[in-house]
C-alpha cells in the first residue's frame, strides 16, 4: 500500500532515532536501511526539506533527527517524502459527479483510516515496542 519512498523514509528516521544526537554518515544509513545509497540521497533531502532530519556536511558530517523521536508520527515520514492523497474529486473527471461515487467514497474512506491510523503512532513508540523484533536489526543487533 505503500510507496517504496515511504517504506525507505521510515526505515531511515528509525535508524536516525535510535541513537539520539548521533550523526550517521549516508553510508552508514545506507547499509543499516537496506537503501539503495543513491535513492537515500532523494530521501534524505526530503526528509531535511520536511524539518525532520538535520544534515550536516564536512568531516563528521551525516544527518541525525530534527525533532525527539515521539514528535514525529508515521504520518509525518509518509508525508514527507510520499504523501497520502485523499480522493477529493471524480478521478475520471466526470462532470456528472459532483459528489465522490460510492466506490471512491470508500477508497477515500480507507485513505482517511489510514492516514488517522499513522497520525497515532510514534517513531519513538515504534522503537519502545515490546515486540521481540527491532526494527531494521536481525538477532545479531540485539
Do not use: W
Not at 32 to 54: C, I, M, W
Not at 78 to 85: D, G, K, R, T
Amino acid at each position: 500500500m505503500l510507496p517504496k519512498t515511504a517504506e525507505y523514509a521510515l526505515r531511515t528516521v528509525a535508524c536516525l532515532a535510535k541513537e539520539l544526537d548521533q550523526v550517521e554518515p549516508a553510508d552508514n544509513l545506507a547499509e543499516q536501511t537496506k537503501v539503495p545509497r543513491r535513492y537515500l540521497h532523494k530521501v534524505l533531502q526530503d526528509l531535511v526539506n520536511a524539518g525532520l532530519v538535520r544534515s550536516r556536511s564536512g568531516p563528521g558530517g551525516g544527518y541525525s533527527l530534527a525533532l525527539a523521536s515521539d514528535k514525529i508520527t508515521i504520518l509525518d515520514v509518509v508525508n514527507a517524502v510520499a504523501p497520502l492523497e485523499r480522493i477529493r474529486h471524480c478521478p475520471l473527471g466526470l462532470p456528472s459527479h459532483t459528489s465522490l461515487c460510492p466506490l471512491h467514497k470508500e477508497l477515500d474512506r480507507a485513505y482517511a483510516a489510514t492516514e488517522e491510523a499513522f497520525s497515532r503512532v510514534t517513531i519513538g513508540q515504534l522503537l519502545r515496542s515490546t515486540s521481540e523484533f527491532v526494527p531494521l536489526c536481525d538477532v545479531s543487533c540485539q
